[in-house]
């Protein structure tokens, strides 16, 4: 069947990792700061103690139904150090560490021209697992990608996450596509995985990343590698699409 929509992926995918060390770095310096100015005592060297696999760990069982989940992440953390917040701290928190992290992650150079290439004649939709879908929603705008998309599914709004296949099922209603006509764009296994499991062929973009793109650690060289599925489509630039799609 003929290809009429191409569904992406965001981080290392649309956007690039650039230095992850550094990343995280800064993450870890503005989160210590910013509960700094709400009471926070301890070192930043114990602070980092407290934030190792941040993100790793079990997602929280909400208390407020309007927080995001990295939101929950934040109060939670909070809570075990003692800190009382008001919902808008945290926020506020949440989306002036998110900047600092994001800071390091650059849209891919070919990107805006390969979306506007592809968007001419295929329906578009993003697919993105995130905790905090402001963030996205944030960075997309800014860098002019919104328009490009007739679907961007988040996964903390939708409440599926990669590799569960359901996270295709709102971009594939609002698209009108068939799993069968789209392929999806990714760069990790959970990508791939969750592409497979819903009929839609996928596309490995190969990028090597410095560090862990995924999650704080304290210990650089602890974090796990995943071998890709075999028999994977692969592409090593953005602009392979098009010589492919147009």
Known sequence: MTINGIFFDLYGTLLVYGNMDAAWSDWL?????????????????LFAKNCDRFFG?????????????????????????????????????????????????????????????????KKLALISNFDHPPHVHSVLSELGLIHFFDSVVISAEVGVKKPDP???????????????????VGDTEDDTEAAR???????????ENEGNAFDFSVNKDNSEEKEFAPNVKTITKLSDLTTQFV
């Open 197 to 207: 499991a819903a009929g839609i062929v996928p596309i490995l973009i190969q990028r």
């Open 166 to 184: 359901r996270i295709f099922d709102s971009a594939l209603e609002q698209t009108g596509m068939k799993p069968e006509e789209v392929v999806y």
């Open 57 to 121: 760990k079990s997602e929280p069982t909400p208390r407020h139904h309007n927080m995001t989940v990295f939101e929950q992440r934040i109060q939670n953390l909070c809570a075990d150090l003692k800190l009382s917040l008001t919902s808008e701290d945290i926020t506020e928190i949440a989306n002036t560490i998110a900047s600092a992290w994001q800071k390091h992650i650059p849209l891919d150079a070919e990107a805006l021209h390969v979306l506007q290439t592809l968007h001419r004649s």
């Open 29 to 45: 310096i503005e989160f210590h700061e910013q509960l700094k100015a709400h009471g926070l005592t301890r070192s930043i060297e």
